[in-house]
């Protein structure tokens, strides 16, 4: 190693000093992040070229933890580790009492391992039962029992703050964190150091200590103890995609890719609205979120919707429509908290969202196009009939050959390779919706059974 001209750098260093190498070169720093470049990015930068440990604070289901987690891509790939030691001693510095024993005995013998980066990243979500012992360390009493001295520092077993040394450690959820725990990580933060069970130990640790937090926190479940906040050098306010653009490339890139059913692009935006619409509803409590799990969520229930019609009606490709968004309002009730006042119209107040997105949906996608000769349809007292279990052959065959269809589908997205009558019907039963919406057409709608008439 010190002929390969290896050089100990601390972690704190060497997360800037990779940082500033790919901002020099214009990489990607933190891949999967959506919508946080020109906010919350510069912060975290900032804090991380600084040196400091710092707070992520932010609302439910707004990437914190997946933000957190992105910071180990800033490590080296490999760093050397003393062969053996549960805290990742550095092999030119030693620190627990096992490796400074042993490269007292073996000099430049010393064996070495390797430790790849993403095994320098602990977690732990806070809790109350969450004890000193789990973050910080206690007496092991098997090593007790092997013989040893209870002084003998080899008989402390560590928690998971030194079993982290050399890397990043993350605590979500901080203010959860018993009040009398959170004292326990004063010393990490200052003075770099641990104790355990009064023990004459003083273990220089080498962390980059990151925290996450819900601003609701602070004044409901608990909060951060005032010398604990003092000690982190940064807070970070992360926030919810701020433009639809932004909220369509979060729920594409999320969303499972294997439920087997296509999503049309304007019915993933129908989606990405109806979340934005929620999140300003007055009926919702704004202080609690709603988190991007929420449009993750109903994606998938929306195409689970269509595959589950594809199997009953043996279509051969599922491909979700309009009726599928229905089911999506029940199974994402429990996501939201409403106000108080609100009790009771949970569902209503949903579908009425719904039904909103949906239309600005259609304003914004076809809202400038001749439908004519879809109102004709209707022009003879013709009833068109959908629902989440009508196949969509069967679908266009009651709607029958409408003149413009193409260029429908062109303007809600689907390309060349989509002429499937899946994407056919998901395009004119988006259309008869946005129709009825505008009230230009009348629809009774029973048991998932929709009726669409003049």
Known sequence: MRDSGHVRRSVKTEVRENLLARLRAGETRFPGIVGFDDTVLPHLERALLAGHDLVLLGERGQGKTRLIRTVTGLLDE????????????????????????????????????????????????????????????????????????????????????????????????????????????????????????????????????????????????????????????????????????????????????????????????????????????????????????????????AAASAVRRAAIAGEERAVTRVCDLTPVVPSLRGKVEFEVSEEGREIEILAHLLRRATAETFRGRLGGLDLTPLLDKFSAGTQVESGELVPAAELLRRIGPVDGLARIMSKLGMGTGEESPGHAAAALEFALEGLYLMRRLSKDDVDGVAVYRT
Request: glycine share 6%; proline share 7%; net charge negative.
């Open 78 to 301: 490999w760093t050397p580790v003393v062969e053996g030691c549960e805290i990742n001693d550095h092999p030119y510095a030693p620190v627990c009492a096992r490796c400074v024993r042993l490269a007292a005995e073996l000099g430049d013998e010393l064996p070495v391992a390797w430790k790849h980066r993403d095994g320098r990243y602990g977690e732990k979500l806070a809790t109350p039962d969450t004890s000193v012992g789990d973050l910080i360390g206690d007496v092991d009493p098997i090593k007790i029992a092997e013989g040893r001295t209870l002084g003998d520092p080899e008989t402390v077993h560590y928690g998971l703050v030194p079993r982290t040394n050399r890397g990043v450690f993350s605590v979500n959820e901080l203010p959860d964190l018993a009040e009398r725990i959170q004292v326990a990580l004063l010393n990490v933060l200052e003075e770099r150091d641990i104790q355990v069970r009064g023990y004459n130990l003083r273990l220089p640790l080498d962390i980059l200590l990151i925290a996450s937090a819900n601003p609701e926190d602070y004044t409901n479940r608990g909060r951060i103890i005032t010398p604990l906040k003092d000690r982190f050098g940064a807070e970070v306010r992360t926030h919810y995609p701020l433009t639809i653009e932004d909220e369509l490339a979060l729920i594409r890139q999320e969303s499972m890719p294997d439920i087997g059913a296509d999503v049309p692009e304007h019915l993933v935006e129908v989606i990405a609205r109806f979340t934005r619409l929620v999140r300003e509803s007055t009926a919702v409590d704004a202080r609690s979120g709603v988190s991007a799990r929420f449009s993750i969520a109903a994606t998938e229930t």
